[in-house]
């Protein structure tokens, strides 16, 4: 593999471009997670996608999805396949957006899904290609865009040391070189670190809690700077930028958990990054407060969680104490 340009975010921490092919990763490029994106449940090995390439060489993707070692596919659509006999690969996520939302702000749940996997795995080296591109057929300059940006903000925040996006197509090499290029010039070579935190309190939850939630804010918001969405949110880039800005710049959070949290797409976003202060920085960063029953997933439940249910407005208000009390 050709390294055609590169932006570090420290010694050990960078984001690579390079030009060659996945399915023969050499050995000075070995990878603990090879990332490839696919039609939901659907792994035809066709002539032009990195899932048929690696078909000819003997890795079958339709194989290794009969026994998943972990499917997370109704948190974040993707799936994690077992340790493979493969060069230089240790395992695939493969990452199957779903057509009839926005795909490219569905981008970071790959992020999230190697985060929550890295409690037991340890995930230094990841590389994928310019994913949706090929018979998914997205938009490039779009995919080229959220994928750079989320791969920075997502590497800056996690244990993992190197993300490689490897091209074989010259067009696309020469999109991503442009992006990179352009990275360079705004950040003069290595990348900002996040300003200090204006947020004391991103409090995470869905709108259909807003009434509980108005309580946090009303007894909280007089003395912490609370970050609490009220407005609609538009999918896509302008959401994310908005979202991902504000959950870095937040010391704490406080997480709403309803059975509309876990149903909603936006709450679970913010759950993974909720997650990833939770395991980077100890368990006072994220304070949950149980609001409803609710059938929670596993990466949920194991949360020492102050319980309020069912909409219990005393209990809220004592939960609101309890921080009052301790971080004022």
């Known amino acids: 593999m050709e390294l055609v340009s590169e932006l570090k975010l420290s010694e050990k921490k960078s984001l690579q471009l390079f030009k060659g092919d996945l399915t023969n990763i050499s050995d000075d490029h070995k990878v603990d997670f090879l990332v490839l994106s696919a039609f939901p449940d659907n792994y035809s090995p066709t002539t032009t996608s990195l899932i048929g390439g690696l078909h000819r060489k003997g890795l079958s993707i339709e194989k290794l999805s009969k026994n998943k070692e972990l499917d997370l596919r109704a948190f974040s659509h993707c799936w994690i396949s077992k340790e493979i006999d493969y060069p230089n690969t240790k ?18 749940e790959i992020f999230q899904s190697l985060t929550f996997i890295s409690k037991s795995h340890s995930i230094k080296t990841i590389a994928m290609p310019l994913l949706m591109t090929g018979d998914q057929n997205y938009s490039e300059e779009l995919v080229v865009k959220e ?21 074989i197509d010259e067009s696309k090499v020469n999109s991503l070189k442009l992006l990179f290029s352009q990275k360079k010039k705004i950040n003069t070579g290595q990348l900002p670190k996040a300003p200090a935190p204006p947020y004391d309190f991103f409090v995470s939850y869905s709108r259909k809690n807003t009434k509980e939630v108005e309580i946090i804010k009303n007894v909280l918001g007089e003395k ?11 999918i896509g880039t302008n959401w994310l930028d908005k979202l991902n800005t504000s959950m870095a710049n937040s010391k704490r959070f406080i997480v709403c958990l309803s059975d509309a949290f876990v149903q909603s797409k936006f709450c679970k976003y913010e759950y993974s990054f909720c997650n990833l202060k939770f395991i980077t920085e100890g368990s006072d960063t994220v304070l949950p407060i149980y609001l409803y029953s609710a059938d929670l997933p596993f ?12 909409g219990d407005t005393e209990k809220i208000n004592e939960f609101c104490q309890m921080i009052l009390s301790k971080y004022n």
């Open 299 to 310: 990466e949920m439940s194991i949360l020492n969680f102050f319980n309020a249910r069912e």
């Open 91 to 108: 395992r695939i996520l493969c990452f199957e957006p779903i057509p009839h939302t926005n795909p490219y702000s569905q981008i970071a």
């Open 224 to 234: 912490f700077n609370l970050f609490i969405d009220t407005e609609d949110i538009d």
């Open 147 to 167: 994928l750079v940006n989320t791969s920075l903000l997502w590497l800056e925040k996690t244990p993992f040391e190197t993300i490689k996006i490897v091209e």
